[in-house]
């Protein structure tokens, strides 16, 4: 593909309910990273994975999240349990290498009502 | 630890004003530094980088530079279009241990009226 697709673009969801949110990297990049953007915080850093390395997962806010990079390609953004304040855009990116510039998704639209 | 300030908007001009938009951080040893813009319904582009002091990042008619005495990587346009109009976003990306991750600041948005 030309860039970093997400699906879905929107997703509403209730209080207490698992979301998965899914991210398809530019191909051949080695680098896929997860960002959230939300008013109360700006954009802030979640997980990234690089290549076969151990993702760095310091930016998970808590227990609740989790990701996962199926064969160094596509990856999925888990929230259990969702909370109205995990409400934001989640935006997922990829880099031919971990240095490399960060080529951006458009976007998942997470509400929880 | 590492962060980046950005001036708060928004920020709204008249075509061909003169931009700036103040950008400062905050990172152990020599990040490098980017601007990054999001235009209405798309996706975070990256707009411009600089990767050491005194460098001077520069992309459609927009610069920015890199300021290691003054921490800072401010931009600025000199006559701004309405196709301008978009939320800037001042990063930092560390090379020590956190080398993947960009630090942004909130964001800046941006309104040209013609």
């Known amino acids: 593909g030309a860039g970093v697709s997400q699906s879905p673009s929107n997703k509403v969801t209730e209080k207490g309910k698992d979301v998965e949110l899914r991210c398809d990297p530019i191909s051949g990049h080695t680098a896929l990273y997860w960002y959230r953007q939300s008013l109360g915080q700006g954009l802030e850093f979640l997980i990234y994975?690089?290549?076969?390395?151990?993702?760095?997962k310091s930016g998970l806010p808590s227990d609740r999240f989790s990701a996962e990079r199926t064969g160094g390609s596509v990856s999925t953004l888990t929230i259990q349990r969702t909370q109205q304040e995990d409400s934001a855009v989640y935006l997922c990116a990829s880099s031919l290498e971990l240095a490399g510039e960060q080529f951006f998704g458009p976007g998942t639209r997470l509400t929880v009502l | 630890g590492n962060s980046v300030t950005q001036m708060e908007g928004p920020v709204t001009l008249s075509e061909e004003a003169f931009l700036t938009i103040n950008c400062t951080y905050t990172?152990?040893?020599?990040?490098?530094l980017f601007w990054y813009v999001q235009y209405p319904g798309e996706g975070l582009q990256l707009l411009l980088k600089a990767t050491k002091a005194d460098d001077k990042g520069s992309n459609k008619g927009f610069e920015a530079t890199y300021r290691k005495e003054t921490t800072s990587f401010h931009l600025e346009k000199g006559s701004v279009q309405v196709s301008d109009s978009a939320v800037y976003f001042c990063?930092?990306?560390?090379?020590?241990?956190?080398?993947?991750?960009?630090?942004f600041g909130r964001g800046t948005q941006l309104t040209v009226w013609p």
């Open positions: 994975f690089q290549g076969n390395s151990a993702p760095d």
């Open positions: 990172a152990t040893g020599y990040p490098s």
């Open positions: 990063a930092l990306r560390h090379r020590g241990s956190t080398l993947g991750r960009l630090y």
